[in-house]
């Protein structure tokens, strides 16, 4: 039955080549924990994909409650996490993750780092993997202030009195953020523009980009 | 030919131009032959392995989300002048390098942004800035001394930060919101109340609304401005008398009413010493219900 619907859309489509290209390779027992057991470094990378998706899986199921307005959104999070089925479950998976995707990124990072893994000809796969780094803290950085309580709030207080001291763009650049000239309804509103619909496309757009390299180059040899 | 055969030509046209010759130098991964030891196929052998590895760090995951309820304080309030502000843990050592004096106060440029955007600059450029052949990190002295010293002031840093968090709850004697509202909240339930952080204002009722004296109020035109149920009106900055009480005590509002109180008139000519005596009773007696 697999078989037969694989084939005829292979037929129409031709996307065995495709799918080869995705999948059909072979792992060296060098990134095989399997064989040595050290090779659980090698893990990380996909890890942080795994969570990444559950980030993006576990937010899509938050907006479904969340309201980015500053009346309503302590009250809709409060409402989630505390009278939804499972919303505290939804929530955790997303406040934890944030924190475990960084973990997982920083060993990623890390490992690529003293394995020497980002040298020719992969200069370009590590520039990348640290633009996705930032698109992350980001991604922390904007949906810190969403639940908006006071932990929140004067945390992005501190974040755009940083953003402030950068010489003559500084004053710009936080009212950019902010929405005006304080924390309040736009900077709620603007960051939750960019922590669902901004960043995570330019993060998708750039794991392609990852993706598409380490498939194009493989994984780096044995030290 | 204009470039004869230099071999590291990229592009090296054969015969007709419109063909490419492909050398395939570094943009085909290497076969698995290239490499010693026991490779094995991705999918599915590989695969199957690794999401065994996925499934031990989702269950963990997973407890750690039961066992520890993401964290909520109460609702944002910029009138709030003693929260201590508090950034996520991976922000804390940029927090705690910029409270040191040559990142702040005169030198803030050189904390916020000279010393941050060289080191992050450099982890970004880490390829074109460490450009040898050797990939061993015991062989390359200067980059893996500049990273573990990174890293140790990373952590130096967060955890300075952490503790001075710290040490400000206990002089200040705060509890972090978040665990006062989990813990307002687990004492609701025990007594099997409800428990919101969100503060409604709740609508004050008014005490003895058939008393006689609410005869009075209507006569002395009290109505014309406090409004026919004596909500106030807010736009006109006219008080509600819905739990005065709470704000003037008896004697007080006597003085009021008997001599006017900024945009108030006295009634002093309107109702008799006993009437007013008789109104400001039952207004004193407009308290909130406990």
Redesign the interface.
Known sequence: MFKAVYNWIDERLDVAPLWRDV????????V????HFSA?VY?FG??TF??TV?QILSGMFLTMYFVPD?NNA??S??YL??KVAFG??V??????????V?VMMFLHT?RV???????????MN??VG??IF?VM?GL??TG?LL?????????T???MQ?AE???YIGVYLKELMQGGT??GAQTLTRFFAIHVFFLPGALLALLAGHFFMI????????? | MAHGHKSDEKIVYVGDSRIRKRTNKNSVPPDYTAFPGKSEVFIPNFLLKEWLVGCVVLVGFLVLTISEAPPLGYPADPTNTAFIPMPDWYFLFLYQYLKYPYASGDYVVLGSVFVPGIAFGALLLAPFLDTGKERRFYRRPVTSALMILSLISLVYLTKVSWDHYQHELEITNTVPEHIEREEKAREAAEKGESFSAVKKEEPVALVDANDPAMDIAKAAKCITCHSPDLNGNPKAKVPSLHGIGDVYSKEELVNIVTNGNGGMPSFKDTLSAAEIDQLTTWLAKQKKAQ
């Open positions: 999948a059909d390779h072979e792992v060296p027992e060098h095989n924990p399997a064989h659980f893990c996909g890890l795994f969570i559950i500053i302590y009250a999070v409060d996490q505390h505290g479950i929530r955790g998976m997303h406040h934890w993750g944030a924190s475990l960084i890390l780092f003293f394995t020497g893994s980002y040298k020719a000809p992969r200069e590590w520039v640290m633009l930032f803290l922390g950085f810190y639940p908006w309580d006071n932990k929140a709030y004067y945390a207080k501190v974040g940083i001291s950068v010489p304080i924390v498939r194009k180059q493989g994984i780096s040899g044995p030290l």
